[in-house]
């Protein structure tokens, strides 16, 4: 709670005094963010536009990457989706995890690395069986971290709204980020989901400052949005999370 | 908790109430999961290895599930039911058989039989719309599943029990697109029971709905 504050504290210091004063965002506004995770869906809530920031840090990584996965067709070729599975998971060889990570940023996502990672990996299993080389292995790994973040986000809105007991190995996962809160885990279960489904730009913001802890000049610079539209969008992402957690507590 | 869904206010909800007194939900998830279930064959590892292995077995489910809401959209001829999609379905179903073969997946009879007829068969011969959905929501409840299983269940006839399955759905904090088709089925519905003024009082949520207003 201490912490909660001071980061409340913080965020008030560095937003501006009119972004108090703003409108509040249409509750239904990302109402479809999270869509059915299968082909079907065609509107990926996380599409990274190709000329942001961190789109443009990622690229001259992407040869290195690339010659790492050369050898994908040995991975990912002629088994079953188990075998493939236990290759991935045996050092993984092409660098999902660190995928996982990138994309997690870049999304601003408040979700458990590990539980992304084993998702993303049970998804290239399955469907390497599919794959022939188009598109390229980087765009097709990233397409299927996409696919199990959104795959993930929406099976915790679904436990959350069926309200039956979590599975214990999933609750888990919130037991860290909930510790520096003072939340129960149960409740920043609800606090992730609730965060995880706000429009990008506030969870982009929310997360350049209070988690990255960038002053609002590099969070400006970092997004390409103006110092005042970054504290505005945090603000938002602020008060929707303190007002969720006050309901909590009630 | 979830801000951004769409929760029904007290005068819908008493309204739902009302319907799902009329006939409780058409779904027994017990008894459906009898019949319909997939499950992991022998899994030898350590711990990391059996989580990564419950995680495949759930984007199994998972895929099944979109491919029998598929399959029932296809019967139903909501989905394009041309000659490319219904075989680009069946080739997928193929997939998915070999993938539970040969991942040793033990899935029931009736799952594997469904399957069967919907990768060997045209698409006239596959289950009905109705068993395919709900085939699907045994195998993952979710609000695409709901969805259609309630669609299903009306365009079948099968009017109290789509009745109760979009009441059902309802109840529950439903995206707004989900939202709108799902009352738009339930006004249908009660119209078609002849309850006129409870589909009049539905009608002027949808309206409420639509202006952006409380539901």
């Not at chain 1, 997690?104 to 690395?113: H, I, S």
């Not at chain 1, 959104?150 to 919130?174: M, V």
């Not at chain 2, 039911?81 to 029931?108: H, T």
């Not at chain 2, 695409?144 to 109840?171: D, Q």
Request: proline content about 5%; some cysteine.
């Amino acid at each position: 709670m201490v912490r909660k504050d001071a980061q409340r504290n913080a965020l008030q210091q560095a937003v501006p005094a009119v972004a108090a004063s703003q409108p509040e965002r249409a509750p239904e506004a990302s109402a479809e963010a999270v869509c059915e995770s299968t082909p079907e869906l065609a509107t990926l809530d996380a599409a990274q536009p190709s000329d942001s920031p961190q789109a443009a840090d990622a690229a001259p990584q992407r040869p290195a990457a690339r010659a790492s996965h050369a050898h994908w067709r040995q991975i990912l070729s002629g088994a079953s989706p188990r075998e493939v599975l236990a290759r991935l998971m045996s050092g993984d060889p092409l660098r999902i995890r660190s995928l996982v990570a990138r994309k997690l940023t870049e999304r601003a996502y408040l979700c458990d690395a590990d539980r992304v990672f084993m998702r993303s990996i049970a998804r290239v299993s399955r469907f390497a069986v599919r794959y022939r080389g188009q598109p390229e292995i980087d765009d097709w790994l990233g397409s299927a971290v996409d696919e199990a973040l959104l795959d993930l986000l929406r099976d915790d809105l679904e436990a959350e709204r069926a309200g039956g007991a979590p599975d214990p190995g999933e609750i888990a996962a919130f037991v860290d980020f909930a510790r520096p809160l003072g939340l129960e885990p149960l409740a920043m279960r609800g606090v992730c989901n609730a965060f995880n489904h706000l429009p990008e730009l506030e969870r982009r913001a929310f997360h350049a400052l209070l988690i990255e802890g960038l002053t609002l000049d590099a969070a400006s610079r970092a997004s390409g949005q103006s110092a005042t539209d970054v504290a505005r969008a945090a603000r938002r992402a602020l008060d929707t999370l303190l007002a969720l957690h006050e309901d909590t507590r009630r | 908790m979830i801000t951004q869904a769409v929760r029904p206010n007290s005068r819908l909800r008493e309204l739902l109430r009302d319907v799902l007194r009329d006939r409780p939900s058409a779904i027994d998830p017990r008894a459906l999961a009898r019949r319909i279930h997939i499950e992991r064959g022998d899994c030898a590892g350590d711990a990391a290895t059996r989580v990564a292995e419950r995680e495949l077995l759930r984007v199994h489910r998972t895929e099944i599930a979109y491919l029998l809401r598929g399959a029932a959209g296809l019967r139903r001829e909501v989905l394009d039911p041309s000659a490319l999609s219904s075989a680009a379905w069946r080739a997928c179903m193929f997939e998915q058989l070999d993938c539970i073969a040969l991942d040793g997946l033990r899935a029931s009879d009736e799952l594997i039989r469904t399957l069967e007829r919907c990768a060997h068969g045209a698409v006239e011969t596959w289950p009905s719309a109705v068993e395919l959905a709900r085939a699907s929501l045994a195998l993952h409840d979710v609000e695409a599943g709901r969805v259609a299983l309630a669609e299903a269940l009306l365009a079948a006839n099968w009017t109290r029990e789509a009745a109760s399955s979009f009441a059902s759905a309802l109840a529950r904090p439903v995206h707004g697109a989900n939202f709108a088709r799902l009352l738009d089925g339930l006004i249908e519905a009660q119209r078609r029971l002849g309850h006129g003024v409870r589909a009049q009082r539905l009608a002027e949520c949808a309206a409420s709905f639509e202006r952006g207003g409380a539901v």
